[in-house]
């Protein structure tokens, strides 16, 4: 019964508050990048943006466990590679991106929405690995790009509707300082 018991109690290198609060960190940073997406009513919304976030951050955490864990010989930081955790985050996050693009009527749907997960995932492992500053400032500027820039392109097709239609109407004549004929 005690070995039982042991196996829930082994120490970890990083304590057990420094991993809540970066796991909590992932999941509050992936709901900020999915609300958006929620509100917009995408395909990955505010809990696949979280989940992907918090799945982020535990491979990160792990990856650091693994390096420092006495199991591998009981080496401090042992030779092990730790992007490949940074590469399998990728590949999997990359897989359920995919899922969300899609081509329909001529055009291609879902692409930022794939592109926010990728993100979520990045935001989480820098979360994992406690890089608080890498992960706020990748949020706030997926807040930035999703939020403030989404009415961006209506802008830019209305500005450049009225100059074709400016232009159209230098071609007929009717241009603007020319008067009417009679």
């Not at 990728?90 to 926010?116: D, N, Y």
């Not at 403030?148 to 097709?157: F, W």
């Not at 509707?161 to 232009?167: C, F, L, M, T, Y």
Request: hydrophobic share 50%; with cysteine.
């Amino acid at each position: 019964m005690s070995d039982f018991l042991e196996e829930f109690t082994r120490p970890t290198w990083l304590s057990f508050p420094v991993i809540a609060a970066r796991l909590l960190m992932a999941a509050v940073l992936g709901g900020v990048i999915g609300f958006e997406r929620e509100w917009r009513n995408r395909p990955a919304g505010l809990r696949t943006h979280m989940l992907v976030c918090v799945a982020a951050g535990t491979v990160g955490i792990l990856t650091l466990e693994i390096m420092h864990s006495p199991a591998l010989g009981g080496r401090e930081g042992a030779a092990l590679d730790p992007l490949r955790a940074v590469e399998a985050v990728t590949a999997g996050v990359a897989f359920l991106a995919a899922g969300t693009i899609m081509f329909s009527r001529g055009e291609v749907q879902g692409l930022t929405t794939g592109a926010g997960l990728w993100l979520a995932g990045a935001v989480g492992l820098s979360a994992g690995f406690g890089l608080w500053q890498i992960a706020v400032l990748g949020t706030l500027l997926a807040v930035a790009v999703l939020g403030l820039m989404y009415s961006l392109p209506s802008v830019i097709t209305e500005n450049k509707d009225a100059e074709d239609a400016k232009g159209a109407g230098k071609k007929n004549g009717k241009g603007a300082g020319t008067k009417p004929s009679a």
